[in-house]
Structures are given as structure tokens and as C-alpha cells.
């Protein structure tokens, strides 16, 4: 059971580096923003570790699971246990989605026939910075020009995983970036998945403060490592005329240390 | 007049939601606010070891007060009875209303004064009293200057909190005699102190809530800065706390972490400048205090909670308000938004029960389920795990709902259950699903430009041109 | 439905939803034995008394009629309502009595109209001091008046400092409250206050305006 308002690092961090790993790429990226998991797919192959990507994946289920669904949500999460069959690390390049993985598979397949295999599959999920960080020790020289950025980290990403103080020892890591530190930067961007469409009224007025303290810091860019929430800021941003370089954390990393990325020439 | 405010559409809610989003007075007024209260938490708990080991303690001391609820509440009735404070139970708020209507009228009391006390407002006791002819002053300064402009408390912690400094000056010009216009803060307080010493002194009755009670003791503990606790239970001759069922420890040892937890999560206080507690009347050859006491124990819904294993966590709350303090949503809009008793974080998990799920559901869905409140939830109500669970029971389908919650079901919509069984049809076959994205990525140019809710902040979402997958170079 | 009934009601229904009861939480191990002196605990009480804007004064028992006095007259304390439970110290009322006038209240009640209307300032005894928060403890009783803390103006309250514990947890267990409480007991740290009006803290929101602690070392 998740317990909020502790420290939800990963406990079973090996000091052994995986040779393999399963790549989870969430519905999201798979769909809207497939930079970001190339980009860290090619960040994890450049470190030497075999990716495996099940092309049997769809969705974690979250969005029915918050949204009052459990039945669905179970029916869509089901297929995905099944889709790990070794006992690599599984990666996603997004803190929400791991958080649902990890921390709500075993309350959701609790007194089900799958209760052991959804413990085992929640045991093995690694959100990607925290990965990089604690499994992979990554370190490599910043190659970029100076700039600065700004950072958002999803609440699921804070809360549920330990990305929060591996996302930001990775931009420290890098020598030509500064981190500027938004205001109220531990709020939430108002996106929640569904809420942003039931209730655009009250998900309007967060967003708008976020991308306001956002702009407030006059960076390059803003780096997350969820698409959820970047496309939520960066969608308002554009929206009201005020366009914010929102870039997925993997494609930042891999940009600024010398790697290909797989931008299409666009934000 | 106050309005009773049981129920309260949806469709209103987000009405009333976007009027404070879209003000920019009252935004920075919350959000001055709230950083406030904020920081000085913050400040109460430089050591997060021993805040989490705190809270675990909480946790567990409200957990394991309830597993013997019933038990406790006929040991307190038991104490309190000894003591000379005479219990009474209520089911409904009628019943508590008429109870502390029967104690007015055997006095022939005229005049109420009232400390603190939200449970007094989920009954709507001024409301009451003022249909039976008898007279209720809020004497907390926060809620005496709500009740003066008519209006309802949007914090638990502080009432007013929506005002400024300058409206309320305006207001007390305007609403009591003889005053004239001043917008210093001290001189405002001066004048509330002096309306209401004179009413202390000559009311019936004094009114209190009840922040915890002892068992094993037969105690009332009341925290409070003002004083104005303090004199509502302590100047009148009669004094009668009104407080739910669920605010009952076992142990006199269990009241110093939940007060400390209490005092440092609402206000960011160590303590605060009184704790009352009361465990009798006057005493025979005792030179003040209340000739009589009585305590007025509420359900209203609360039994509904308890039958939940899952949702009887809702019942640990000590309403410290910390949980709408850091809420992003409470932040936007304000408590009187909620329409609820109970705002924030608190009220859309508890409101439920005490109103219906079918008048109080939209709350539910109204989080990004962010967990900011459960975080700083001095006793751990797992609040965003509560918030999806009567989602679910909001949208169960009402014929399968069960009795768990009042209203269960009623958000249920056969549009909403198909567009589910086709989302989840589509997302547990493999194949389905590559079909579906494959169509959306291909035929991205038919995405619709115009999203529903989505697009009223953001440009449209548009698939890319090649999926994910099919950009994975895979042999 | 009659009041039997509702209660009923009500327990039947906690009943029907209780599960096996949870071990009872040791609260008590979580306060630890504080191994500061006595005098650095007392200093520490002080301190936070001071800093949440409570006048500290010390004396030795002797000069506490003195002491009262330079209080009382630098506050012009004309009428001061005097606890019982000081009644019996004839020297120290001999001190006061030089110089002020006093409300002795030794009736059945309490005289409300004067505390609410004259009196300058209420003048008791401490059951005890609090160092982890900076509190004062008040115990309510037959010469012990509750009103005296609250309604005038400035509240003047007597600390011996042997009576300063670290915690409320400590004092709850040594003096074992469990087996009985007083009528009331207040805990008391600052003046009344409040933060009600934007945030902005005043003082002297109901109760006293002032808060003087008169600390008295025993030896």
C-alpha cells in the first residue's frame, strides 16, 4: 500500500548494472510524442543495455482507473502483466504512469488471480531518470552551449518514485545548465489526466499560473519527464499566445550529451 | 440571512469555480494566503524523520480510536455522565438542532454566543435558532465577520479568509453602529472584541465545537487563540459543544501528539494559545464556569463512512484544514465554491456522506488527484485513493451500486459506461489497439480542432505522423 | 424518535461495521525522558514564552510582593482581581494592598460585573510550566477561578520554576491526570490573539491583551 508523504524511492535498487531492460512507452508517447521514447530508448542503448520492447503494450489503464472505471482499468492493465516474462527492470519514460504501475497495480489486483504477478511487474518498474540514476549511474559530459531551463516534475513523479531528486541531480550534472527554480515549483500543472477535460474552468486557472511562473523564469526550455504534463503547459503556453520549449527530460539529456535525437525539426 | 446550502448542483459548482478562477482580487488573496499558512507549517517541521514518525503515531492513534468506536463512545457517555455533563445523540441535524433547541427553551434562553465550531454550521444551528426566536452570535473573529456580511466561513481554520482587510473594514462601518471607517487590523479587532464582551456577559448559552474528546477521562479538549473558546464555555451559565461521533480517543496520552500535529499542521503554531479542557460543570463551592454542560454527539452520514473499511479513514480527520491549505484547487477557487460545509480536499471526501454522492460527486472529480493533501494529511487519510474510490461509486451503474454510499450510482451515464467498454475493448487487444493508433497517427489531419474542455486552454492534441512503435528501429 | 432510541440507533450501526480492534498505540514512548537540567528547561520555557510576546519576570519568593508591585504600577494596575488560592499569603496581600486596590474574590461566584468592567488585571497561581512549547498550566478549583486568566485586560500569572516539566505528555504521566482531571484545565502561551483579518496577526482578540509571567525561583 502506498503510503503519501514518504520517500517512495525504489528499495530494491542492485548495485549491478541490468544488461536488459523492458521499455514501457506509454500510450501517451506512443502516440503524440514518440520523440521522447526514442530519445530515451537511445539513452538507455548508449549505456549498453539491450531495450526490449513488448509490442503487445497499450496503456498502464490509468486514465480509466482515476476516472472511476476499475473494471476497465483492470481489463486494459491485465494485458500488460503478461508482457514481462523475464526479470529485467521495466522503464517508462514517464513518472505517472510508473506511479500507477508500481504503487497502484498491487491495491488494483488485490484478491485477483493476478495479485502475485501484478506485485511482481509492480516490483521491477523504474520511472527512467530515477533509473538512469540509481541502476545505471549516468554520467556523461555536458556537451552544449550554456543555457538555462526550467523544471517541472509531475506529481505521480514527487509522490510515487523517486524521479524528483534523480531529475534534478541529472540536470545538475550537466555544466552548462542552469536549473532555475520556478515559483511555487512543487505545484501541480493542473493536467490530471480527465480533470483537464471535465473541469477546463478550475485545470485553466492552474495552468495558467504555472505557465505564467514558468515564463516568469525566462529560460530556454522546460524539462519534464512527463508527457502528460508537458503537453498540458506547453498546450496552454501556445494557446494564450506565449509558446514554451517544453522538452521531454530524455530528449534534453541525450541532446545535451552529444547523442542523436529524433526531433522532427519542431518544438 | 444565511441560506441553508444542502444542495448544491454540479453545474453550479463549476459556475461558481470559474467566477474565482477568473477574478484576480480573490486569486491573490488565496494564494497570499495559502503560501502563508504554508510556510508557517513548514516552519513547525524542520525535521522530516520526526514529522513522518509524528504522523505514523497520528495515524495510528485515530486508527485504532475508531476499530473501538462504539466502545469508546459509551465510555466516554459513561465518564461524561459521571462528571455531570449530560450527553445527547443526534442522527440527523434536526435531531441536533432540536435537541439544543429543548435546552434553550427549558432556560428560557434568548441570546446564544458561539465559540468555534463547524459542526454547529453542517447542522446549520444559527439557521435554527434564529426560526425559533433566538438570538446566535459567532464570537470567533473570522466568523463573527462571515456572519456579519451574511455570508458562510470558506476555510475551516479561518473563515474570512476570502476578505480583505479593506472589506472588512468597510463591512464593519457599514453593519455596526456607531463605528466608523478604519482599515487597521488592530483598531478592526478592538471593535469585534468590544461588541462581543458585552454579549458574552449576558448570554444563555455558550456554544463550543469540540476538537477531541477523552474516553477514559470524560474530556472535552478545545483548541483556540482568541479566547473566545474559552469564554462561550466558561461565562455563560449553560454550555452545550456540539461535535461528531468520531472525535473520541481512549487515552488523555493520545491527546499530545494529535494536538501537536493538530496546532502545527492548521496554523504552523506550536501550540496554540488555549487548550480548554472541560471535564464537568461547575463544581459545588467553584467560583465560575457553567452551572450546566452538555454535549451533543452527531452522525449524520458519519456511520455510512464507518461501515467502510476503505472509507472509514475519512473518520481519522482531526480538521487541521492543512489538505485544502496546500490544495492547488482549494488554492483556485476558494471554499465557498465547494458549496459544501467542508471545502477543500476534506469536504470532497467527507461531504459525501453527509449530503449524498448524488449532490456531491462533481467535488469528487473536481482533483487532479495531485496528493499535495495527503502528503501534509497529519494523520495519512489517503485522501486521493478515497477521491478515485467514490469516483467509482459515483459512476457505478445504479441498479449494481450497492448501499456502500448514499447516491451511489448517480453519476452513472450508459454514453459514458460505452465510451469506456469501447476505450477498454480497444486497449486490452493488442491488435484492436495498434489498429486504433495506427488509423489516429495515419489519419491525423480528421483530429478534431475543436477538444471539448481541452481546448479551451490548449491548442488542440494531434497524434504524430508515425507512432512510437513505428519509429523503433526493431529487426 | 426518542433519544434512547436514536442512541441506539447510532451504536448498533458502529457495531454492525467494527472490526477486530487494532493494538492500542504506545503514545507515551514517543515523549522521551529529556535529560536537560532543570534551570536550562526553565530557560527554554521562557524563552518561548518571551517570543510569543508574553512579559517574563523573575523573583525570589521573597520579593515577589515587590516584583507585583513594579508590574502593577507600570501597567497602572488600579483594581486587580486576586485568586483565592493567593488570599492566604497575608504578606504578599500586605504588599499589594500598599499599593492597589484589590477585588478579593472570595464569593460564591465570581463578581462578572466588575472582571468585565473595572478590573485591571487578574492575578493566580500556575499549576505548572510546559518547556516544549512555552505553556503555562492552569488548574480550576474551589479557590481557583477560571474567569481570572481570561476577562481582564492583562493576565498576571505566578510560575515556580520546580513546577516546570518538558512536555504536556510529561506532566500528564508524573502527576498521573489519567485518574482524575479538575473541573477545567487551560493551557496558556501567549495572549489571546488572533490572525483572523488577512492574516494579520493582533493581540487581545477576547481574552487578555497581556500576558505576564511572573517566574519565581524557590531556593
Known sequence: MKKYGVDNVMANASNQKPQDVYFFCTCLVDLFVPEAGL????????????????????????????SGQPEEALAVARQQLDLFPEPWPIVLPSGSCAGMMRHHYPTMFKGTADAAKAEAVAGRVWELSEFLVRSLNFNRPDCGQSCS???????????????????????????????????????????????????????????????ASIAACETDALITGDCGCMLNITGHAAKIGRPLNGKHLATFLLERTGGKTAAEGKL | MNQPLHFVPSDEFRQRAQAVVENPALQKSFRGAMDFLQNKRLAQFPDDVALQRLRDLGEAIRQYSLSKLPDLLETLEAKLTANGIQVHWAETPEDANRIFIEIAQAQGARAVIKGKSMVSEEVELNHALQAAGIEALESDMGEYIVQLADEKPSHIIMPAIHKTKVEIAELFAERIPGVDYTDSVDELIQIGRKVLRDKFATADIGVSGVNLMVAETGTLCLVENEGNGRMSTTVPRIHVAITGIEKVVEKLTHVPPLLSLLTRSATGQAITTY?????????????????EVHLILLDNGRTQAYADPQLRSTLQCIRCGACMNHCPVYTRIGGHAYGTTYPGPIGKIISPHLLGLDSTYALATASTLCGACAEVCPVRIPIPDLLIRLRTEAYKNPA????AVRGAGSAYSSVAMALWHGWAATYRYPTLYRLFTWCASRLRFLTPRKQGGWTRNHVAMQPAKRRFRDRLNRP | MSQQAIRQRILEKLRAAQAAPL???????????????????????????????????????????????????????QLLAVA???????????HLSQQLQMLPVTQCHVDQEALFNTVDAGLTLTHGGIAETGT?????????????SLVPPVHIAILHASCVVESLMDMMIREKWSTGLPTNVVLISSPSKTADIQQTLAYGAHGPKQLVVVLVEDR
Open chain 1, 149 to 211: 531551463v526550467a523544471l517541472h516534475t509531475s506529481c505521480s513523479a514527487r509522490r510515487e518514485t523517486g524521479a524528483l531528486s534523480a531529475t534534478r541531480s541529472l540536470i545538475q550534472g550537466l555544466e552548462g545548465v542552469s536549473l532555475k527554480v520556478q515559483e511555487h515549483e512543487s505545484e501541480c500543472c493542473g493536467f490530471g489526466g480527465m480533470f483537464s477535460v471535465r473541469h477546463p474552468e478550475i485545470s485553466g486557472g492552474i495552468v495558467r499560473d504555472k505557465v
Open chain 3, 136 to 148: 503555562l498550566v492552569l488548574w480550576s478549583g474551589d479557590e481557583s477561578p477560571r474567569m481570572l
Open chain 3, 84 to 94: 483565592p488560592e493567593l488570599l492566604s499569603d497575608s504578606a504578599l496581600c500586605e
Open chain 2, 275 to 291: 487548550v480548554n479542557m472541560i471535564s464537568s460543570p461547575r463544581k459545588p463551592g467553584e467560583l465560575d464556569g457553567p452551572d
Open chain 1, 39 to 66: 530519445d530515451a530508448v537511445a539513452l538507455l542503448e548508449r549505456e549498453g543495455v539491450r531495450v526490449h520492447f513488448p509490442e503487445d503494450q497499450t496503456c498502464c489503464g490509468q486514465p480509466a482507473y482515476t
Open chain 2, 400 to 403: 449494481t451500486a450497492g448501499e
Open chain 3, 23 to 77: 493494538a492500542c498505540p504506545d503514545a507515551e514512548v514517543f515523549y522521551k525522558e529529556s535529560m536537560e537540567d532543570q534551570p536550562t528547561r526553565v530557560e527554554r520555557l521562557m524563552l518561548h514564552m518571551k517570543n510569543a510576546m508574553a512579559e517574563v519576570h523573575r523573583s525570589s519568593a521573597a520579593d515577589l510582593g515587590s516584583c507585583l508591585n513594579r508590574i502593577c504600577s507600570d501597567k497602572q494596575v
